[in-house]
C-alpha cells in the first residue's frame, strides 16, 4: 500500500522535517519520556520531536559512559555528539529512568542545546502526587513561556489536546484492524506509523491516517497471518525486531511499549482548566515499569491480551534496562499463571547478536504453533 509508505518516510526523513519547520522560525523540542506533555510544546506552535536512538555504532558515546549503561540511552547521546540532533531549540525530560537522568545531564554538558527542562514526574498518583504534577506542569508551560518569548493560552491549548485526542483515536482504529482473525495490518507497519506520529506535526498525521483508514479495507496485499503476540519491554525505536518476528511466523497484533500503547491509549478528558487536565491524562495514563502503580499496567496487559485475542507474549529487554528487567519476572509470573506463554528476550540497540534471537523467536513461535 502506497500511504504506508508516507509513514515510512516521515521515519526516515525525520531531521529534514525538523529543519524545515526550523526554518519557517518555528521551534523544534526533543523530548524522550512519554511523560512529557507534547500539547503544551506543541500550543506554542513549536514542533515537539521525539529522541529516538539508532541502531549504528555508538563509538562517541562509549567514551563518556559505563559499561553498564543500557543502549538505547547511549545510542541518542551518541547522535547528539555527533551533531545529528543540532537543530533542537530545547530538549525536555523527565526522571523515568537513571539512564535518562544521567544522559539528560551529559546532553545539557556536551551540546549547544539552548534550553533544557527537567519535568519531576512522581511516581505515584494520588492526589498529592496530581497536586505536585500540576504544579510542574504549569512551570514547563511558564519556562517555554519565558525562554521563547510567547503566551500559551488556554485556547492554544485546548486546540492542542483536540488535535492529539484525535490523533490517539485515529491510531486506536489502526490498532482495531488488527483485532480481526485475519489483521488487516502488521505489527511492523503499526510501529513505524505510532513512530512518525511522534516525528511530525499532528494534523499532518491525522490526514495521513484518514487517508490510510480509508484505503485499507480495499488492500490487496494484507500481512501474513501467523500467531498472534502482544509486544512489551524496553523502548523500541526501530520495527526491527518486529520485522524479525513477522518473518518468522507470527504477527505483532498489540503492544504495550512506550513507543507505542503507553504513548497514546489515553486521552485528554476535557476539563476547564487545560492545564489539569493535561497533567491528570499523563500521571493517570498506562504507567511504564517505573512506576509504583503496576497493577494499572498490568492490567492494561490483561486487556491487550483478550481484546486482541494474543496467543503468546514476547518481552524485549535492552541490556541494562533496570526498570524493565526488575519488572520481567513478576510479569512472567504473572501471565503464566493466567495461562500465556511469555518469552524474555534479552537485546542490545545496535543489534549486536541479533541471530540467536531470530532463531529463539522462530524456536517460540513454532513452541505456540504446536500447543493444541
Ligand atoms: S530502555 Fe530502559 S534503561 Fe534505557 S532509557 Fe529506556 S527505560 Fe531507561
Known sequence: MRILQSFRNILSERHDIARSWKNQNKPVIGWNSTYTPE????????L???????????????????????????????????SSYAYLDGFVTSNSCDN???????????????YFHFINTPHTNTQKAHDFFHQEITRFKESLEETFKTTITNKKIQHSIQLCNENRDLLKKIYDLRKRDTPLINGTETLEIVLSSMLTSK??????????????????????????????????????????????????????????TRYFWTLVQTDKNPIKAISKRYLNKIPSPSRYNWEERVSHIK??????????????????????MFDAPLLTEELKNQGIHVLNVEWEH???????????????????????
Not at 223 to 252: C, F, Y
Request: proline share 6%; with cysteine.
Open 39 to 46: 500539547e503544551i510544546i506543541h500550543a506554542m506552535d513549536a
Open 100 to 114: 535518562f537522568n544521567k544522559t539528560y545531564d551529559l546532553w545539557r554538558h556536551c551540546t549547544k542545546i539552548p
Open 303 to 324: 486487556n491487550m491480551i483478550k481484546q486482541f485475542n494474543v496467543e503468546a507474549v514476547i518481552n524485549f529487554l535492552l541490556k541494562f534496562c533496570d526498570t524493565h
Open 48 to 82: 515537539p520531536v521525539r529522541i529516538l536512538g539508532s541502531t549504528k555504532p555508538t563509538m562517541l558515546a562509549d567514551a563518556y559512559l559505563p559499561r553498564n549503561a543500557c543502549s538505547f540511552a547511549r545510542s541518542t547521546f551518541d547522535l547528539a555528539l555527533r
Open 203 to 260: 494534523s499532518e498525521h491525522n490526514t495521513l491516517l484518514k487517508q490510510l483508514l480509508k484505503e485499507i479495507e480495499t488492500r490487496i496485499d494484507p500481512p501474513k497471518p501467523g500467531v498472534r503476540l502482544l509486544i512489551t519491554g524496553s523502548m523500541m525505536g526501530t520495527p526491527d525486531l518486529l520485522n524479525i518476528i513477522e518473518s518468522v511466523g507470527g504477527i505483532a497484533v498489540a503492544d504495550d511499549l512506550c513507543t507505542g
Open 350 to 372: 545496535t543489534r549486536s547478536g541479533i541471530a540467536p534471537i531470530k532463531n529463539r523467536i522462530e524456536a517460540f513461535i513454532e513452541t505456540i504453533k504446536g500447543v493444541p
